[in-house]
């Protein structure tokens, strides 16, 4: 199976840059599943159930968010209808939406997706180590495919996790920082891992904020209402291949586009 994740899309900027390379991409690598994390394309703050809509008609088959996904809060009575989208498994028992999903291919195949949160710098959650564990048990009932999407902060949080999931799933992909990491690699006992996908938004831009905007902001410390980046877009994601048979990762290639 060829998985393509696509990092944070980051407002319209993000949205047309899937638009514009998806459906190459698709052909070029013969993908099977495709994941992008979604949590900031209305305006770089949360998602409508309009653009949830207008990804997955770009080839998009499943969305995962993170701390951003209650942003919207017409998105909330959305959330529950439609398991293609997830939040964070680790949030306490009661909140609307879906921590994971099994996902069937068009070929038949499945793949389970789980969606996590940190807790290093960031709102508090329970023990995402802890709630995957049973989790994965539970989806390898199903399928040995299982790709993980730790919006987290912190590198070493994500590491110590990419460590202590190694062997039990096919890949955890780290989201949150729209800085892409170049670590990429697959662990010992063959789960594929990078620290962070990246963001595919603005690439002129202070994580997908404009510049000017960012620098009074640290200049000044004043609070205002930040504006998504225009201008020319950038695309990272990556490939991640697994074998169909063990579920184990074969290869994690990482991918930068620009689009003018």
Known sequence: MKVLFIGDIVGKTGRNAVKALLPNLIDKYKLDLVIANGENIAGGFGLT?????????????VITTGNHVWDKK??????????RVLRPL????GVPGYGSVIYTLTN???????NLSGRVFMPSMDCPFRTAKPE???LKKETDIIIIDLHAEATSEKIAFGYYVDGKVSAVIGTHTHVQTADEKVLQHGTAYITDVGMTGPSYSVIGIGVDQIIQRFLTGMPDRFITAGGDGILSAVV????????KATAIQRLQISVP
């Open 108 to 114: 038949g195949m499945k793949a389970g997706i789980i």
């Open 49 to 61: 159930e309009a653009l949830v809509t207008e990804l997955f008609r770009m080839g998009v088959d």
């Open 136 to 138: 994965i048990e539970y």
């Open 90 to 93: 680790n949030y306490p028992p």
């Open 240 to 247: 991640i291949e697994i074998s169909n048979d063990s579920g």
């Open 74 to 83: 017409d998105f909330i009575n959305y959330i529950s209808k439609d398991n």
